[in-house]
């Protein structure tokens, strides 16, 4: 059964840092593009940010400047960087695989609050 590893979330000032990360096994880390998504309560989920295997990104327009997206290879994780955070970036925050995601985990809580 598929269970990838999230962790890094939190409750951050607007304006503060978050780094999330997800470890997945490596059968799936090393053929797939890895994924985060979000959802807000009565939300669908939505794409943050994509990194393909060999290391190309696709952000959404929200994030787009503020957060990162990267692979460590040797240890089969995606980060996610999140700076300048927003109040709207507030979200339940998913670690996911492929372009058509069927796997989706707990997730792990991101609060931007003062």
């Known amino acids: 059964q598929v269970q990838f590893v999230e962790s890094g979330g939190g409750l951050v000032q607007p304006g503060g840092s978050l780094r999330l990360s997800c470890i997945a096994p490596?059968?799936?880390?090393?053929?797939?593009?890895m994924a985060w998504y979000r959802q807000t309560p009565g939300n669908q989920r939505e794409l943050v940010a994509r990194?393909?295997?060999?290391?190309?990104?696709t952000y959404a327009d929200s994030v787009k400047g503020r957060f990162t997206i990267s692979r460590i290879n040797s240890v089969n994780t995606v980060t996610l960087q999140m700076n300048s955070l927003k109040p709207e970036d507030t979200a339940v925050y998913y670690c996911?695989?492929?372009?058509?995601?069927?796997?989706w985990g707990q997730g792990t809580q991101v609060t931007v609050s003062s």
């Open positions: 490596r059968s799936i880390f090393s053929i797939y593009a």
């Open positions: 996911t695989y492929g372009l058509q995601p069927g796997y």
């Open positions: 990194i393909s295997s060999g290391g190309s990104t």
